[in-house]
């Protein structure tokens, strides 16, 4: 989080030295400020070249906190996938299980039924979860991107 806010103070640097250096480098020639004269061309080199250096770095900073956030959403989506698949393998094993152990079982119709909706909505609700934990983290993604 600190990483980002440093990432928008040096951001807000660029944007004031910018300013300030083509403020101070250009003059009105007329009173109606239509057009502006460059009152030191040397000295608006160098500060045109500043600038470029700065904001190659604010640039070159930039994408590696975008690359950074970016592959932190994508561990993040992969652990949601990893666990939805969990959740579906659960739930086919137990309904394996209970298919093929319906004829036998020592324990009452309702009582089985009271434990095995629940777990089985719960199942289901974990998997639909993952999913949209899955679709958020690629939608910050392609945000993180632009």
């Not at 083509?22 to 057009?35: E, F, K, N, R």
């Not at 070249?49 to 970016?70: H, P």
């Not at 993604?141 to 632009?146: I, K, V």
């Amino acid at each position: 989080m600190e990483d980002i806010a440093q990432l928008y103070e040096d951001v807000a640097k660029v944007k004031t030295f910018a300013r300030g250096t083509i403020l101070a480098m250009i003059t009105p020639s007329t009173p109606d400020h239509d057009a502006f004269q460059v009152t030191d061309s040397q000295q608006a080199e160098k500060s045109f070249s500043e600038f470029r250096d700065f904001y190659k770095f604010a640039l070159q900073t930039d994408e590696a906190g975008v690359n950074r956030i970016m592959q932190l959403n994508r561990d993040g989506s992969s652990f949601y996938e990893k666990l939805a698949v969990l959740d579906a393998g659960v739930l086919v094993f137990f309904l394996n299980f209970v298919i093929a152990r319906s004829q036998n079982m020592h324990i009452s119709e309702a009582a089985f039924w009271w434990l095995f909706c629940p777990a089985e909505g719960l199942l289901l609700l974990s998997i639909y979860l993952s999913g949209t934990s899955i679709i958020h983290y690629h939608q910050a993604n392609l945000l993180a991107a632009f």
